[in-house]
């Protein structure tokens, strides 16, 4: 029987969610693999199409010109393995698969003006940046940015921590998160790679640890979330650079164990949202622009352990969340006058999902 075609409601999608396939130290994987969900925003409601069951530690993919990326989150023996998206989304089909050198592979995203693709290591604390050819598949071995330095946490930031990288809107720049040194840097984008040396690097606080970070449209301001110091910060990329803004990602008084993890920014370029393990929520901030400044405007309950990841459904109508130890992914309808959002539908079922991936 042929899936039915994606609801037409405000708020459906195609998403792809990223599994812990194993037990790591940070969690007791019980993952499928890859699954390949419909959305449906009439009803809130998920209904599988697939599972791939093939990759290992899927924790991160992401998804672009026809063909979705995972990486594997392993020490020994990672890889990247690269899918066609066919039938308008109804199937995942394997096209490609090439070693990852390096430990534990968190991150991966694709730079399509530039046709590269650029995985971040966490354990080992390098940027791998591939060549594309013409039909999405890295090309020969990967450019290896090698980062250097330390931080004040010794139990987390013993050494270099890639966590994040991607391109600007025009494909020109890379900023990269390395949660190990506190640091966010912007490497300049070459035919055949990267600058191996940064063009720009922007100190975080010490012992904040960035993690992920997202761009305005107009590429002038990122915030970032800091993992370690469950902090939301704003940082100005042109002249002078550095943090104009800073909020916490928890209420205040609240002082058990946390660490923040995905942010995203909406649609509209003001609602921001920043997601926490430990409270088990989503922190909505108004991103000010013009100051700019971080307005917090509340909480989302999750009502699930270690939301690992959150995403914004394409039109903004929907915040998905993904609670990786309570094993199941669920829709809250956003308020676009007040940013707040509402529980919507029931939770899906999906062992150990790490990564929610919208499908363009």
């Known amino acids: 029987m042929l899936n039915p075609p994606v609801s037409n409601a405000p708020g459906s999608c195609l998403l792809a969610v990223g599994t812990y396939t194993e037990v790591l130290p940070h969690v007791q994987g019980r993952g499928r693999g890859i699954h390949l969900l419909a959305f449906d925003g009439a009803t809130a409601s998920f209904h599988e199409r697939q599972v791939l069951a093939g990759p290992v530690n899927p924790s991160y993919l992401c998804a672009a010109a026809g063909k979705l990326y995972s990486v594997s989150e392993r020490q020994r023996d990672a890889a990247l393995d690269v899918f066609a998206i066919e039938d308008d989304g109804a199937a995942l089909r394997p096209v490609g698969r090439v070693a990852v050198p390096g430990a534990a592979p968190c991150h991966v995203s694709v730079n399509l003006p530039a046709r590269q693709l650029y995985v971040s290591n966490y354990g080992s604390g390098e940027l791998l940046c591939y060549a594309l050819d013409a039909d999405g598949l890295p090309q020969g071995a990967p450019q290896v940015i090698a980062r250097r330095g330390a931080g004040p946490r010794a139990d987390r930031q013993e050494g270099p921590h890639v966590h994040y990288a991607a391109a600007t809107g025009d494909g020109a720049w890379v900023y990269l ?5 506190d640091t966010i840097a912007c490497h300049r984008v070459r035919p055949d790679g990267l600058d191996p040396a940064p063009t720009r690097e922007l100190r975080a606080r010490p012992g904040a640890g960035p993690r992920h970070l997202t761009l305005t449209a107009d590429g002038t301001l990122a915030a970032a979330v800091e993992e370690l110091s469950n902090t939301v910060a704003v940082y100005a990329l042109d002249q002078p650079a550095g943090e104009r803004a800073r909020a916490s990602t928890l209420p205040r008084g609240w002082h058990g164990a946390n660490t923040a993890s ?21 922190a909505i901030y108004r991103l000010r622009r013009a100051a700019p400044w971080l ?23 929907f915040l998905l969340a993904a609670s990786q130890d309570d094993h199941f992914i669920r829709a809250w309808r956003i308020d676009p006058a007040t940013g707040l959002a509402h529980a919507q539908g029931q939770p899906f079922p999906l062992a150990s999902p790490a990564c929610l991936c919208p499908l363009p």
Request: net charge negative; charged share 25%; proline share 8%.
């Open 177 to 181: 998160c390395d949660l190990g040194t």
């Open 262 to 282: 995905a942010i995203r920014l909406h649609p509209d370029g003001e609602l921001l949202y920043a997601a926490n393990r430990g409270h088990d929520s989503v």
């Open 295 to 317: 307005d917090p405007v509340g909480f989302i309950d999750v009502g699930g352990r270690a939301p690992r990841d959150i995403a914004l459904t394409p039109d903004g109508s």
